[in-house]
């Protein structure tokens, strides 16, 4: 079964930088669309930021110009670069992947475990 491991989470002063990664454990074949997502308590999961295998890129509003998102192919790791970090980024982030799994020969949508990003002073 696939997992997606993120890290890099944690507590920075505001202007401050983190970057979070995720890589998917198991078997994959292919990985297709990755993204960021983060949710604060009582309010619907957004998307942050997503990459297609191909390369392309997109951000919400609130993110462009202080967050980039990539990814490494070869190691099959999305990256979320997070500069310029204000409170209102707080939240926890979640790793989203469109891959296939070679052990269950299907293509998925999965999850990762979210980790807690907070800017405070």
């Known amino acids: 079964q696939v997992q997606l491991v993120e890290s890099g989470g944690g507590l920075v002063q505001p202007g401050g930088s983190l970057r979070l990664s995720c890589a998917p454990s198991?078997?994959?074949?292919?990985?297709?669309?990755m993204a960021w997502y983060r949710q604060v308590p009582g309010k619907q999961r957004e998307l942050v930021a997503i990459t297609t295998s191909g390369g392309m890129t997109n951000y919400t509003d609130s993110v462009k110009g202080r967050f980039t998102i990539s990814r490494d192919n070869a190691k099959n790791t999305v990256y979320l670069q997070m500069n310029r970090l204000k409170p209102e980024d707080t939240a926890v982030y979640y790793c989203n992947a469109d891959l296939f799994d070679m052990a269950t020969r299907a293509r998925g949508n999965y999850w990762g475990q979210g980790t807690q990003v907070t800017v405070s002073s």
């Open positions: 198991g078997s994959i074949f292919r990985i297709y669309d």
